[in-house]
């Protein structure tokens, strides 16, 4: 088993900057080169990709809506994943879930969530 935990989230304005963190742990996901991603979902909306990255970091890949905005990266040796979001704005503003994948890259199923960090943009 695969336990994420995500943390960062919080209220700012638009403009405003924030790095959202997500700690891995768990026997499976040292066993696995898992790739990585952040999902968002705000009130009334379904859940959407926002941005993946391949174990080694070599390969990433954004949503249309935060290229340019958002940076995702990570840390295997902490076991941790970020998604650096700057020049943020209102409708950025939904619940940030981070996922793992062992279907290698690009990945196209994730096995494992984490609860999810809300931040909310106010304009």
């Known amino acids: 088993q695969v336990q994420l935990v995500e943390s960062g989230g919080g209220l700012v304005q638009a403009g405003d900057s924030l790095r959202l963190s997500c700690a891995a742990s768990g026997r499976t996901f040292s066993s696995y080169a898992m790739a990585m991603g952040w999902f968002r979902q705000a009130p009334g909306k379904e859940r959407e990709f926002v941005a993946a990255?391949?174990?080694?970091?070599?390969?990433?890949n954004y949503a249309d809506s935060v290229k340019g905005r958002f940076t995702i990266s990570r840390e295997n040796a902490k076991n941790t994943v970020y998604l650096q979001m700057n020049s943020l704005k209102p409708e950025d503003t939904a619940v940030y879930y981070c996922?793992?994948?062992?279907?290698?890259?690009?990945?196209?199923?994730?096995?494992?969530w984490g609860q999810g960090t809300q931040v909310t943009v106010s304009s």
């Open positions: 996922a793992a994948t062992r279907t290698g890259w690009p990945p196209y199923e994730y096995d494992y």
């Open positions: 990255i391949s174990w080694g970091g070599a390969n990433t």
